[in-house]
């Protein structure tokens, strides 16, 4: 039987829609915890340090390594100054001298200690830049969010400023209303228009921002299965203040940079002893073969490393203050950070206690008003312009309460590490 042409493109048209459906459903959706799982193991800066670590691991096998002996040959012939009736036949020397330098036990303690310390000062930056990458995804993505909510506000008023446009055009048509009104009317339109316009391009900008943080790992068409209306969930405050300081990154970076920095005295005040070197040759001609031992000591009597030793002191002592204005600063930022985060939950509070609703109930009373000629459209558009900017601020306090919970998260190193290989 053959088909007709219309059943072709039925069939054609069908086949379309059906491509579309699999193409929305296929859509991906990223939690925050997998956006930051994917751009941590996918960010170059990541791998970096995580490569230190390995170069600190490798320096920790250098310092645990044993000095290698030394072995020197000499070979030649004997050459005759008399004749050979006084030297006799002449004959070939050889000489081997293997020397094996004792390491001083204390040195390479230190400087095996000190070794270590530097994988854990790498560890330490290793989850800095992980925290600090898992914060700005975070901020990123809730950004993403409040960008879109922003932009699908600007586009409801512009509609309903259009339909507001629409009503006036006929009743101007009619003579109801004189064509200023329309005019007022067109330019409001154009203006949220612009706004509208403007809210999608600052969508597709936070887009791309996040995007680069995760090294283009994602799909250009992704979406984020989260609100700002999330609920941020913290310890209590006085746990937040124990914790911050003990777990922060760049304090545990510090605490191993000044361990590391102790065993370097250490180790400069070790190298003051005497450096031995044990000594055996074997020496061989025509007529004797003789087996000597020794020792070769080096006496530091002129200079007792006096430079290195104060270099390591005064370079620990400015870790050490550094550490402890660290902690402090650490600690001020974790404040800071809090009472954001109060002030964020208070002003969403406000505008959840029924502003948003009042301003909601205003524009609609308004706008009745004017259908019905009761109120001037300056009275409408002033009180929409109060609803967009009480919308515009419930929003922007979503958002700074989650950036807020994200930077004390940043501050204590709280991210999906689970999730991450190490």
């Known amino acids: 039987m053959q088909i007709s042409p219309f059943w072709y493109s039925l069939l054609g048209i069908s086949f379309i829609f059906t491509s579309l459906s699999v193409s929305a459903q296929q859509t991906t959706k990223f939690t925050v915890e997998e956006l930051q799982r994917l751009g941590l193991q996918a960010n170059g800066l990541v791998q970096a340090a995580r490569s230190q670590i390995e170069m600190a691991k490798a320096g920790v096998v250098a310092a645990s390594a044993f000095l290698n002996p030394e072995v020197t040959v000499t070979a030649g012939p004997d050459s005759n100054r008399y ?40 560890r330490a930056s290793f989850d800095q830049v992980r925290a600090d990458l898992a914060a700005q995804l975070r901020v990123r993505a809730f950004e993403l969010l409040l960008r879109q909510e922003q932009a699908e506000m600007e586009q409801g008023i512009y509609e309903l400023v ?39 391009l600052t969508v597709q900008r936070a887009r791309l921002a996040l995007m680069q943080l995760t090294a283009g790992a994602m799909p250009s068409d ?10 941020v969930q913290l310890p209590p405050l006085e746990a937040l203040r124990q914790e911050v300081p ?19 005295i250490k180790q400069e005040k070790a190298a003051v002893l005497p450096q031995i070197n044990v000594l055996y040759t074997n020496y061989q001609d025509a007529q004797f073969t003789s087996n000597i031992a020794g020792a070769n000591v080096r006496i530091p009597i002129f200079y007792r490393r006096r430079g290195e030793i104060d270099t390591a002191i005064y370079d620990s002592a400015r870790i050490r203050e550094t550490l402890e204005y660290r902690r402090y600063e650490i600690s001020q930022l974790f404040e800071s950070a809090w009472q954001a985060l109060q002030i964020a939950q208070r002003r969403v509070d406000m505008f959840e206690g029924g502003l948003i609703k009042e301003a909601e109930n205003a524009v609609q ?19 929409q312009r109060i609803l967009r900017g009480i919308l515009g601020d419930s929003l922007q306090a979503r958002f700074d309460l989650q950036a807020a919970a994200a930077e004390i998260d940043r501050l204590r190193a709280h991210y999906p590490k689970e999730l991450v290989v190490e």
């Open 246 to 264: 003990a777990v922060n990154p760049d304090v545990l970076r510090l605490q191993a940079e000044q361990e590391r920095a102790n065993e370097r």
């Open 83 to 122: 004749s050979l009736a006084v030297t006799g036949p002449t004959s070939m020397q050889r000489s081997v001298t293997v020397s094996q330098p004792i390491e001083n036990p204390f040195m390479r303690s230190a400087r095996i200690n000190a070794s270590e310390a530097a994988v854990d000062a790498s």
């Open 162 to 200: 259009e339909d507001v446009r629409r009503r006036i055009a006929i009743n101007v048509e009619r003579g109801e209303v004189a064509r200023f009104e329309l005019i007022r009317a067109e330019t409001e339109v154009q203006s949220a228009l612009n706004r509208a316009q403007a809210a999608q």
């Open 365 to 383: 009373v308004a706008q009745a008003a004017y259908r019905f000629g009761e109120r001037g459209l300056i009275e409408f558009l002033d009180t």
């Open 222 to 231: 992704f979406e984020i299965n989260a609100s700002l209306k999330d609920p």
